[in-house]
């Protein structure tokens, strides 16, 4: 490849198969490995990222977006969507999306005795409100290009809160 063609590949292609994974794990409820994509990349309005969950585990707390949508791209294994006050079952295959707005909180749950791998993809709107319906906590996030100067997490009636506060 020429410098030029190295130079575009750095910045517009990540291959999931490749990529450094991190590692998250906060009992009794949360722990995967995951690659945030793009960043790094020339995408400004993508966000994505490479997901395996442990069974009986989940990557985040249920929440909803009123900003972004996601798209989720199931891999390999299964588990459960819960999505509006729902639990739906998914597996490799599967393409979730899931629209902005009070109507869809989610998140994907491991409920099989393998790890699931999915690709999660996000329009990365700014500025955002997440909710996060268990706790009846909300999350205001401002910025441009990725950076974000102004990040609150809150719980109707208090200040400013730890991201797990309240969660299992």
Same mark, same amino acid.
Request: charged share 25%; proline share 7%.
């Given at each position: 490849?020429?410098?030029?063609?190295?130079?575009?590949?750095?910045?517009?292609?990540?291959?999931?198969?490749?990529?450094?994974?991190?590692?998250?794990?906060?009992?009794?409820?949360?722990?995967?490995?995951?690659?945030?994509?793009?960043?790094?990349?020339?995408?400004?309005?993508?966000?994505?990222?490479?997901?395996?969950?442990?069974?009986?585990?989940?990557?985040?707390?249920?929440?909803?977006?009123?900003?972004?949508?996601?798209? =989720?791209?199931?891999?390999? +294994?299964? %588990?459960?969507? $819960?999505?509006?006050?729902?639990?739906?079952?998914?597996?490799? *295959? &599967?393409?979730?999306?899931?629209?902005?707005?009070?109507?869809?909180?989610?998140?994907?749950?491991?409920?099989?005795?393998?790890?699931?791998?999915?690709?999660?993809?996000?329009?990365?709107?700014?500025?955002?409100?997440?909710?996060?319906?268990?706790?009846?906590? =909300?999350?205001?996030?401002? +910025?441009? %290009?990725?950076? $974000?100067?102004?990040?609150?997490?809150?719980?109707?009636?208090? *200040? &400013?809160?730890?991201?797990?506060?309240?969660?299992?």
């Amino acid at each position: 490849m020429t410098d030029r063609a190295q130079a575009l590949a750095a910045q517009l292609i990540r291959n999931f198969h490749e990529v450094e994974l991190t590692a998250f794990k906060r009992e009794p409820l949360y722990e995967s490995r995951f690659a945030r994509l793009a960043r790094g990349t020339a995408a400004r309005k993508l966000g994505a990222s490479y997901d395996i969950v442990e069974p009986g585990k989940t990557t985040c707390p249920y929440h909803l977006h009123h900003a972004q949508e996601e798209m =989720f791209i199931v891999l390999e +294994g299964s %588990g459960t969507l $819960r999505v509006a006050g729902e639990r739906l079952p998914i597996k490799a *295959g &599967d393409v979730i999306f899931i629209p902005a707005g009070p109507e869809y909180p989610h998140h994907i749950i491991n409920t099989s005795d393998a790890p699931i791998k999915y690709l999660s993809i996000s329009t990365m709107e700014q500025p955002e409100i997440c909710v996060y319906p268990d706790s009846n906590k =909300f999350m205001a996030e401002a +910025g441009i %290009g990725g950076d $974000r100067p102004f990040e609150a997490l809150r719980k109707v009636g208090e *200040g &400013d809160l730890d991201y797990w506060h309240d969660e299992p």
